[in-house]
C-alpha cells in the first residue's frame, strides 16, 4: 500500500512537470531485459514502451527480399507494404473517382485525365522511406537497441543474431516477445506462380505500372487493390475460389463487390488459376478452371498478383527445438490470454499469434500492453473482441462486432433484431453517382436493452465513421442509445443515429427527406 502510495504521488507530482524517476529494472545476468524478434507494428510499440518503463531493450528487424527480390526498410509490413501504401494508393483512385464528380461541380477539367504510376509510386515510396527513418529515430530517442539483423532462437533466453553479411552474435534477455509478422503465401501448386507472379510485397514498389492485372484471392489483400488498380485506370479482374470476404457479413460482401463490378473491376467468380505461362511478348498466359462448369479459360495479362493469404514467419525462428508450440494448421505461434507462449519467458504478438486478428491496431495495443506487464507496470490484458475494421475497397466497408450470420447462430434469428437502412450520401447527388449499395445494418439483441451486437456501413470514410461508433460498442451501447444520439448534419454517419427499420418488418428501408 505505501509503494503504491508513493508511486501515485510521484505520479501526481509528474503533473506538475516533476520528472518520475525510470524504474531501471536492469538487465541483470542478461544483456538486455527484453529483446523484441520483429520490428513491425507489434514489436515496435512493445520495445518502445518497454523502453519508456526503464527496461534495457534491444528490437530487431531483417526484412527478407520477397520471391521477386523486393526490399524496404524498418517498420514492418504495414508501414512499407500493407495498410500505408495501401491507403495512399486507395487515395490516389478516389481522387480519379471525385474528378469525375468535380466536373458535375462545375470544375473544367481537360480531357483526357490520365495517371501516372510512376509519380505516385514513387511519392508513395518516399513517403514510406520517411516513415522507416522516422522509427530509426525514435527508437534512438527511447534508447532502444535497434540491430539490422535476422534472430532466432538458441534457447529461452538466447537469440542468435544474423546480419545481411553473415555476421553473427549472440544477445541474452530475460523476456524474448517474438513479434515477426507475416509474408504473402504462393500458391505453389500452381506452375509459373512462383516465376511470373507478384504479391502485395511487389505491387507497392513497382517502378512501371503492373497493367492488365489479374487478381487471385478475394479477401481484403485481393479486393483492396483490385479496387484501387481499377481505380487508377487498370484493367483489373479478381479470380474467386469461393465467396468474397469470408468471415466478413455476407451481404455487405456482396455489396463491396456489387459496387466493385458496377466500377469497372471484374470478377471470375468461382474459378481457381491452373498455369501461369510467359508468351514469347512478355504477357503471361493464364489458365484457370471453372470449378462450376469444369470447364477450363485463358486470358493474357501484363501482371498476376496473388493475394492468397499470408503465413506467419515462424519456420526461421527454431522455435520447436526451444519449446515454442505452434499450431499444427496454421503455422502461427499458441499463446494465452497474456500473449505467454509455451515457454513462460517467450511471448508473441500481432500476425504471428494465433486467433489474433490480423490489424495493425491490434498488433500495436497489444504490444504496448505487454510491455507495460512485463516492466511490472499494468496487469491489463488485450481485449480482442469488438475490434472495428474497414475495407478500403472503392465503396468502403466499415464494421465492429458480429456479422448477421455470426449473431443469428449464437443467439438464434428470433432473438436478435436487424435494424437497416439504404441511404444516398449527400456528395453523390450532385455528381449524380448510384448510391444503390450504400448501406447502414445495425444487429442488435432482440429482448431486454437492445445491446448492438454488430454494426455495419458501406459508404464514403467508412473508417472514419466505424472508429467513433466503436467507442460506443466499448462501452455496450444499446440501440436505444443509438437513437438518442445527436447526429451531425449532413452527414453519412448521422444515417446510424436515424435508424429505424427493421429487416423483420419487411419495409422499403430507403432514406427518404433530410
Ligand atoms: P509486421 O508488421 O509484419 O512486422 C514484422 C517484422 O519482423 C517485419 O519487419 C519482418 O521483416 C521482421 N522479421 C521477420 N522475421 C524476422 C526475424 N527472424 N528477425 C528479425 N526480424 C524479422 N492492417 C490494418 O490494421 N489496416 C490496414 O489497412 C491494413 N492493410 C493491409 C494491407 C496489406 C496489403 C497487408 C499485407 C496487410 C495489411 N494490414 C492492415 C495488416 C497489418 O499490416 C498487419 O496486421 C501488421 O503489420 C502486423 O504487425 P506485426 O507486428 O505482427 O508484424
Ligand atoms: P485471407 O487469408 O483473408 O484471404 C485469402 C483469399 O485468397 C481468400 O479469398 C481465399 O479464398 C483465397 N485463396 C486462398 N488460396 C487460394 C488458392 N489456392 N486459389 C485461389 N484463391 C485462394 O488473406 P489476405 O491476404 O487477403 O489478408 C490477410 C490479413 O491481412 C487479413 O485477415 C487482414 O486481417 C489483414 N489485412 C487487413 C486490411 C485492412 O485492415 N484493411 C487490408 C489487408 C489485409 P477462400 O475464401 O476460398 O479460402
Known amino acids: 500500500m505505501a509503494a503504491f502510495y508513493s508511486r501515485h504521488r510521484l505520479k501526481h507530482w509528474c503533473s506538475f512537470g516533476f520528472q518520475l524517476p525510470k524504474r531501471n529494472l536492469t538487465a541483470g545476468k542478461f544483456d538486455y531485459d527484453l529483446v523484441v524478434i520483429g520490428g513491425g507494428s507489434g514489436g515496435l510499440a512493445c520495445s518502445k514502451e518497454a523502453a519508456q518503463l526503464g527496461q534495457k531493450v534491444a528490437v530487431l528487424d531483417y526484412v527478407e527480399p520477397s520471391v521477386r527480390g523486393t526490399k524496404w526498410g524498418l517498420g514492418g509490413t504495414c508501414v512499407n507494404v500493407g495498410c500505408i501504401p495501401k491507403k495512399l494508393m486507395h487515395q490516389a483512385a478516389l481522387l480519379g473517382s471525385a474528378m469525375k464528380d468535380a466536373k458535375k461541380y462545375g470544375w473544367q477539367i481537360p480531357e483526357p485525365v490520365s495517371h501516372d504510376w510512376?509519380?505516385?509510386?514513387?511519392?508513395?515510396?518516399?513517403?514510406?522511406?520517411?516513415?522507416?527513418?522516422?522509427?530509426?529515430?525514435?527508437?534512438?530517442?527511447?534508447?532502444?537497441?535497434?540491430?539490422?539483423?535476422?534472430?532466432?532462437?538458441?534457447?529461452?533466453?538466447?537469440?542468435?543474431?544474423?546480419?545481411a553479411r553473415g555476421k553473427e552474435m549472440t544477445v541474452t534477455a530475460r523476456n524474448v516477445v517474438l513479434a515477426t509478422g507475416g509474408r504473402p503465401k504462393y500458391p505453389t501448386h500452381v506452375p509459373g506462380a512462383l516465376e511470373f507472379g507478384i504479391s502485395s510485397d511487389d505491387l507497392f514498389w513497382l517502378k512501371e505500372s503492373p497493367g492488365k492485372t489479374l487478381v487471385v484471392g478475394a479477401s481484403y489483400v485481393g479486393l483492396e487493390c483490385a479496387g484501387f488498380l481499377t481505380g487508377i485506370g487498370l484493367d483489373a479482374t479478381v479470380m474467386v475460389r469461393s465467396i468474397a470476404l469470408r468471415g466478413f457479413d455476407q451481404?455487405?460482401?456482396?455489396?463491396?463487390?456489387?459496387?466493385?463490378?458496377?466500377?469497372?473491376?471484374?470478377?471470375?467468380?468461382?474459378?481457381?488459376?491452373?498455369?501461369?505461362?510467359?508468351?514469347?511478348?512478355?504477357?503471361?498466359?493464364?489458365?484457370?478452371?471453372?470449378?462450376?462448369?469444369?470447364?477450363?479459360?485463358?486470358?493474357?495479362?501484363?501482371?498476376?498478383?496473388?493475394?492468397?493469404?499470408?503465413?506467419?514467419?515462424?519456420?526461421?525462428?527454431?522455435?520447436?527445438?526451444?519449446?515454442?508450440?505452434l499450431n499444427g494448421d496454421t503455422g502461427k505461434v499458441i499463446v494465452a490470454d497474456d500473449e505467454r507462449t509455451s515457454v513462460p519467458n517467450i511471448y508473441a504478438i500481432g500476425d504471428i499469434a494465433q486467433s489474433r486478428p490480423e490489424l495493425t491496431p491490434t498488433a500495436i495495443h497489444a504490444g504496448r500492453l505487454l510491455a507495460r506487464r512485463l516492466a511490472g507496470d499494468s496487469s491489463k490484458l488485450m481485449d480482442y473482441d469488438n475490434v472495428p475494421t474497414t475495407v478500403f475497397t472503392p465503396l468502403e466497408y466499415g464494421c465492429v462486432g458480429l456479422?448477421?450470420?455470426?449473431?443469428?447462430?449464437?443467439?438464434?434469428?428470433?432473438?436478435?433484431?436487424?435494424?437497416?437502412?439504404?441511404?444516398?450520401?449527400?456528395?453523390?447527388?450532385?455528381?449524380?453517382?448510384?448510391?444503390?449499395?450504400?448501406?447502414?445494418?445495425?444487429?442488435?439483441?432482440?429482448?431486454?436493452?437492445?445491446?448492438?451486437?454488430?454494426?455495419?456501413?458501406?459508404?464514403?470514410?467508412?473508417?472514419?465513421?466505424?472508429?467513433?461508433?466503436?467507442?460506443?460498442?466499448?462501452?455496450?451501447?444499446?440501440?436505444?442509445?443509438?437513437?438518442?444520439?445527436?447526429?451531425?448534419?449532413?452527414?453519412?454517419?448521422?444515417?446510424?443515429t436515424k435508424i429505424n427499420i427493421t429487416k423483420r418488418s419487411g419495409l422499403d428501408a430507403t432514406v427518404t427527406g433530410c
Open 118 to 163: 510512376a509519380t505516385m509510386a514513387e511519392a508513395v515510396q518516399n513517403y514510406v522511406r520517411s516513415l522507416n527513418w522516422g522509427h530509426r529515430v525514435q527508437l534512438q530517442d527511447r534508447k532502444v537497441k535497434y540491430l539490422n539483423m535476422k534472430g532466432s532462437l538458441v534457447d529461452e533466453h538466447t537469440i542468435r543474431c544474423v546480419n
Open 251 to 325: 451481404q455487405m460482401s456482396r455489396l463491396v463487390t456489387e459496387y466493385m463490378e458496377a466500377y469497372g473491376t471484374r470478377f471470375s467468380w468461382g474459378c481457381v488459376p491452373k498455369k501461369v505461362e510467359k508468351l514469347p511478348s512478355g504477357l503471361l498466359q493464364v489458365t484457370w478452371t471453372d470449378t462450376q462448369s469444369r470447364q477450363e479459360h485463358q486470358e493474357t495479362f501484363d501482371s498476376v498478383l496473388w493475394a492468397v493469404g499470408r503465413s506467419p514467419e515462424t519456420k526461421t525462428l527454431n522455435l520447436k527445438q526451444v519449446g515454442v508450440k
Open 403 to 496: 456479422s448477421e450470420e455470426e449473431a443469428e447462430r449464437r443467439y438464434g434469428k428470433d432473438n436478435i433484431e436487424v435494424y437497416h437502412a439504404f441511404y444516398k450520401p449527400l456528395e453523390f447527388t450532385v455528381a449524380e453517382r448510384d448510391a444503390s449499395q450504400c448501406y447502414i445494418k445495425v444487429v442488435c439483441e432482440r429482448d431486454g436493452g437492445q445491446r448492438v451486437l454488430g454494426l455495419h456501413f458501406t459508404g464514403p470514410n467508412a473508417g472514419e465513421v466505424t472508429q467513433g461508433f466503436a467507442l460506443g460498442f466499448q462501452c455496450g451501447f444499446t440501440y436505444a442509445q443509438l437513437r438518442e444520439t445527436v447526429g451531425i448534419h449532413p452527414t453519412c454517419a448521422e444515417e446510424l
